[in-house]
């Protein structure tokens, strides 16, 4: 899917345009855990992101990469020392984000993983988890099984998990579910935007403090 030109370089016009292809067909062959047609506008990305504060030896995770239009920013503004893994469950987008970010770790399979993963390869538990998933077109089952790893992993520290949920999926029954899950374990809670320079507008949703 990426190019060899395209590693390490932010996104231009061009690697957009083909990006949003690329995005479009896996949509098409997975509607359910793409979840969206497009990729996040650098808007959404940077609200997403907000300010990183990591110290060197700190971790970020990003759940759902996609094509990495988060990812730039995250990587753009990564304080020196502190690192960064990606888990992503579909194969392209895996493909593509290793070729285009040689510098950042991905892992290809579920974020719902997350505890072994990080065992797996020696990594601490984060500071901050960042989420592309579409909890609003995900089960049940898989809503409840990453919400139990983001909370083993941000219990007892100060860090916190950011997503998005577009506005027009807000009150979807499965988006509802995915919010009371999170406010029953998170005493820390905010809503920001709606970013409305995406398609379609998204809001920022914010949880810290496991209870
Ligand atoms: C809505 S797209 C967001 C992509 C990108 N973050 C963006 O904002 O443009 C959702 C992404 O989550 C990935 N995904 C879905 N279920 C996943 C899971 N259980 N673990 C990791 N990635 C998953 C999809 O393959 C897709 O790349």
Redesign the pocket.
């Given at each position: 899917m990426a190019s060899s030109t395209d590693a390490g370089q932010p996104a231009n016009g061009r690697t957009r345009l083909r990006d949003g292809l690329g995005f479009f067909g896996s949509f098409l062959r997975n509607p359910g855990?793409?979840?969206?047609v497009l990729?996040?506008s650098r808007y959404l990305a940077r609200a997403l992101v907000g300010r990183l504060e990591l110290k060197p030896g700190e971790l970020i995770v990003e759940?759902?990469?996609?094509?990495g239009?988060?990812t730039d920013v995250i990587r753009t503004s990564l304080p020196p020392g502190a690192r960064y893994l990606g888990?992503?469950?579909?194969p392209r987008?895996h493909e593509l984000l290793t070729q285009r970010y040689p510098g950042l770790e991905f892992h290809l399979g579920?974020?719902?993983d997350i505890e072994g993963v990080l065992r797996q390869r020696g990594l601490p538990r984060p500071v901050r988890i960042i989420s592309?998933?579409?909890f609003a077109s995900l089960p049940a089952a898989?809503q409840d099984g990453?919400a139990a790893g983001i909370v083993h992993c941000l219990r007892g520290g100060g860090g916190d998990f950011r997503t998005f949920q577009y506005v027009h999926a807000y009150g979807l029954r499965a988006a509802r579910r995915f919010r009371a899950l999170m406010a029953e374990r998170f005493g820390g809670f905010e809503r920001l935007g709606p970013v409305v320079r995406n398609v379609p507008p998204a809001f920022v949703l914010r949880y810290w403090g496991v209870k």
């Open positions: 855990s793409v979840g969206a990729p996040s759940y759902g990469p996609g094509t239009p988060v888990i992503e469950l579909d987008f579920s974020a719902a592309g998933l579409p898989v990453i």
